[in-house]
């Protein structure tokens, strides 16, 4: 079988089919909520479950990050979604704001995203945008927040408070042990997915 790697060198297009992408976020969604947690605040069981997948079903060597992000999802200047410390200037990130996402091969994979619109209208921002898949070069990104000029652009930057919340999240055995479970249940399309995850979780 062709590695991600050798795919995404050899072919310039996202490392993993849409269709892919859509399975990886609808199974992840429902194990945080089969956990009690919420989604639109999970991004660190999006990217440490996302990465093990990725690891195990598609060859990848993903790397988890954390930090600041912000995404531009609409037309309005407004339609930003920003993870950040909301009372600290310049811009940093707390337990209060900060986002995990991952990168592999050059590209940024944020399995988060199709929320993005449900998390912005929670805050009260001015629409709900359509759900949309993340896949995007890290060449693409701006060099500073005030570049979010257009839908789809994003500004990531890895901080050392992000670190320390990344660290506590996956010292974490239970969390590890999530995210093995997750993948098991995993399987590639068109295959049907398996069963155990939710199986063994509702004993």
């Keep these: 079988m062709t590695t991600l790697e050798t795919r995404v060198r050899l072919m310039d297009s996202p490392p993993i089919p849409a269709e892919d992408y859509q399975r990886i976020f609808n199974l992840i969604a429902s194990v945080?909520?089969?956990?009690?947690?919420?989604?639109?605040?999970?991004?660190?069981?999006?990217?440490?479950?996302?990465?093990?997948?990725?690891?195990?079903?598609?060859?990848?060597?993903?790397?988890?990050?954390?930090?600041?992000?912000g995404y531009r999802i609409g037309d309005d200047e407004k339609n930003v979604v920003m993870f950040a410390d909301p009372t600290?200037?310049?811009?940093?990130?707390?337990?209060?704001?900060?986002?995990?996402w991952i990168e592999v091969d050059g590209w940024v994979i944020d399995f988060m995203s199709p929320?993005?619109?449900?998390?912005?209208?929670?805050?009260?921002?001015?629409?709900?945008?359509?759900?949309?898949?993340?896949?995007?070069r890290t060449s693409q990104a701006p060099l500073s927040v005030g570049e979010l000029r257009a839908p789809g652009d994003?500004?990531?930057?890895?901080?050392?408070?992000?670190?320390?919340?990344?660290d506590r999240f996956t010292d974490?055995?239970?969390n590890d042990d999530l995210a093995e479970l997750a993948s098991r249940s995993y399987t590639r399309p068109p295959a049907a997915i398996q069963r155990e995850f939710l199986t063994a979780d509702s004993k």
């Excluded at 600290?88 to 995990?100: N, V």
């Excluded at 929320?115 to 995007?136: N, T, V």
Aim: hydrophobic share 45%; net charge positive; proline share 8%.
């Design 32 to 69: 945080i909520r089969s956990e009690g947690a919420d989604p639109l605040t999970s991004c660190l069981y999006f990217a440490c479950i996302g990465a093990v997948i990725l690891r195990d079903h598609y060859g990848a060597h993903p790397r988890i990050r954390a930090g600041i992000a």
């Design 88 to 100: 600290q200037r310049p811009l940093t990130c707390s337990e209060d704001g900060f986002h995990a």
């Design 115 to 136: 929320l993005f619109g449900e998390l912005l209208a929670r805050g009260g921002g001015p629409i709900s945008a359509p759900a949309k898949m993340f896949q995007k």
């Design 154 to 166: 994003f500004f990531l930057a890895e901080n050392p408070n992000g670190f320390a919340i990344l």
């Design 172 to 174: 974490l055995p239970v």
